[in-house]
């Protein structure tokens, strides 16, 4: 399910989750679905901030985090479609959890996850 008007229609995987890879500008849909704010640094994505929200459509692109993401060298947006706020919020749980994004403040550990792609 193309979740922005403008997919570049790739995909990469976090844990064992499926993204779309996009660019935060352009036309949002109105699902709801997790997001990871992420860029490419020595050909692994980084995951800077994980979200989740009931529409991309009114969260993005004028997302408060999205700024000091792009400072710490995010690029794209990591979208994954999720109908139900209980599969959303464990999915968000779950991927924070694993890859400790810098800017995930409510997180313990601090270590720097990634994926090889």
């Not at 990871?36 to 004028?62: C, E, L, M």
Request: net charge negative; charged share 20%; hydrophobic share 35%.
């Amino acid at each position: 399910m193309a979740l922005h008007h403008h997919a570049m229609h790739t995909s990469t995987t976090w844990a064992t989750y499926e993204f779309e890879v996009l660019n935060m500008d352009g036309m949002w849909k109105d699902v709801g679905g997790v997001y990871i704010f992420s860029g490419v640094k020595n050909n692994i994505w980084h995951a800077y901030y994980i979200g989740i929200t009931d529409s991309f459509q009114d969260r993005h692109p004028n997302h408060e985090r999205w700024e000091e993401a792009k400072c710490l060298g995010a690029t794209h947006v990591h979208a994954r479609g999720e109908s139900q706020a209980a599969v959303r919020e464990s999915i968000e749980k779950e991927l924070i959890e694993t890859y400790q994004p810098t800017l995930n403040t409510h997180h313990t550990n601090t270590s720097d996850e990634h994926v090889t792609i």
